[in-house]
């Protein structure tokens, strides 16, 4: 085959981003260009489920690394959730890496003082949240929204109920 590529090793995979149809089809023009250059790139990994993704806040001071593919994002609507818009990426601590100066972020804390928001201080991004309470010391949560779109696109959002009966909705 013209032009095919091999893997580097017998055990890595190649993995060829495909144009995010679905995706594109509610994008702008610009957006659907700037997807389609970034999906045309080829990427080597070793296996699908130890694929790191990768996001960062507006001016870069905070970046995060989600070891694997989330199976699904979730869109809350709590107090806190309507107004930043993320889109969560929930997973124990070990599965999520946090990279940033010490004093980087802000934390936010209300109520009952079991979760910390965290948003960087110099672009204002709301990057990250973990657990504080005994129930939940090792839970976080990443804002999948900072990462490239074509990275997301295929992952299930689930829209969860936060406000008032804290279930899926659906």
Known sequence: MVGARR???KNQIM???YLLRRCLA????SVQRTIRRRCGKTTLMYQKNK???NGNCHCGAVKFEFSGVP???VDCNCSICRKLRPLWAHGPEGQITINAAENATIAY?????TLAFHTCKTCGCTTHWNGLGPDTPSNM???MALCDPADICDIRVRRFDGADTWAFLD
């Not at 509610?26 to 023009?29: A, E, G, P, S, V």
């Not at 804390?109 to 003082?113: A, E, K, L, S, Y």
Request: proline share 4%; hydrophobic share 40%.
């Open 109 to 113: 804390t209300w109520g009952d003082n």
């Open 7 to 9: 893997p580097a090793r």
């Open 71 to 73: 199976e699904k994002l």
């Open 141 to 143: 949560a990443v804002n």
């Open 26 to 29: 509610t994008k702008t023009l």
């Open 51 to 53: 694929q790191m993704m």
């Open 15 to 17: 993995v060829t981003h």
